[in-house]
């Protein structure tokens, strides 16, 4: 390793091989557009965008999960396989940087998804406890799939379902998707034309007024939205605001997303919280239950490890377990990661392969290590 990289960059690459994860080169250019569709708004807008000489928007790697999706898609590569990582990513911070470290493995393919999880769990613990002994971890889980089996146990409409499961991960957004789902705005606020379109469901005449609106103002369909996009968002609006939620329901979810205890609690109390509000859960906890389990195999010290049912990660392709490992006295985390069983066929895989990896920040490990990277 060059002085670049962190002192401690060689014992983690050891610690991949006795892992079983094989190390992988992922090129720093990458194609923007995947990362713009799926990484989330927050990453969105961090990113570092460029061109090709033939008009393709590139941008610097911002992380490293998709990366690697792509790559064995392009490769066809066999599953299952454990993909290794260890290099620079690009993004603009709030604690300031745009270029640091990233180390993490992708565990793609595997069958037994509870295995997988509590395995990139006691991976990611492994390789943190090995460069900071003795340090006091947190560990904090979250289940982005128990959240989204709630909201269709509470017989929430689609659409909502989907808005709500979009929020999930920022407070502060699913704040305002819960407050617009119990006091519906109206449509005052949409011009006098475009809001008789969208009480009359016409979206055909409101495409078209939307691309004339665009093309008088100089706005060019393909600088955001295309014209149909809005028009669909514009009608989906307009149809969920004539669903309000329930109190019983909204009761529901704010004690299932206040639900915060110890994992060897929250089957319990997952438990506890479906019988009193009424609802089915049985496929979502089964599978909880035996994550559980496997984590207790992987011999994880399950005295720092947290269930929080309102915990997720703000990026789009998750779509299960998720977890973030910390120092118990800092509020930056030092891993995050979770399961994404969407990403690979949405960025073209020709069947579903299910995904679980982690990333470790290695200028903070560097940090905490008294290092400067």
Request: net charge negative.
């Amino acid at each position: 390793m060059t002085s670049r990289y962190p002192s401690f960059a060689t014992e983690i690459l050891d610690l991949f091989a006795e892992r079983e994860a094989a190390l992988t080169d992922i090129s720093i250019i990458q194609p923007a557009d995947p990362f713009l569709d799926m990484a989330g708004e927050d990453l969105r807008r961090r990113i570092f965008l460029t061109e090709s000489e033939t008009g393709q928007t590139l941008c610097l790697r911002p992380e490293f999960t998709i990366p690697v999706c792509l790559d064995h898609i392009e490769k066809r590569a066999s599953t299952p396989r454990r993909y290794a990582y260890l290099g620079e990513v690009f993004r603009q911070r709030r604690e300031g940087g745009a270029e640091f470290f990233q180390a993490g493995i992708e565990d793609l393919g595997t069958a037994d998804h509870p295995d997988a999880d509590a395995r990139s769990l006691a991976d990611a613990h492994v390789i943190l406890s090995r460069v900071l002994p003795n340090a006091a971890f947190q560990v904090t889980l979250g289940d982005q799939a128990v959240f989204e089996a709630v909201l269709s146990a509470l017989g929430l409409p689609r659409g909502w379902q989907k808005r709500l499961a979009r929020a999930f991960g920022s407070p502060s957004l699913l704040e305002a998707a819960i407050a617009e789902f119990t006091n519906p705005p109206g449509a005052a606020n949409l011009p006098r034309e475009v809001a008789s379109l969208v009480t009359r469901g016409d979206e055909q005449r409101l495409t078209q007024h939307i691309e004339e609106a665009m093309q008088a103002m100089g706005l060019s369909p393909t600088a955001g939205r295309e014209p149909g996009e809005i028009a669909q968002r514009l009608l989906e609006k307009a149809t969920l605001r004539s669903v309000r939620l329930s109190d019983t329901a909204l009761n529901a979810m704010k004690t299932f997303l206040a639900i915060n205890v110890p994992l060897e609690r929250a089957g319990d109390q997952l438990a506890s919280f479906a019988e009193e509000a009424g609802i089915v859960l049985d496929d979502a906890l089964g599978e909880f239950g035996a994550r559980v389990e496997r984590i207790k195999a992987y011999d994880l010290p399950l005295d720092y490890i947290r269930y929080d049912a309102g915990f997720g990660r703000p990026l789009d392709y998750y779509t299960g377990f998720i977890f973030e490992i910390g120092m118990q006295d800092q509020r930056q985390p030092l891993v995050g990661g979770g399961r994404y069983d969407r990403l690979l066929t949405l960025l073209g895989a020709e069947k579903p392969i299910p995904g679980v990896g982690f990333s470790i920040w290695l200028d903070r490990v560097a940090a905490l290590r008294g290092e400067k990277q």
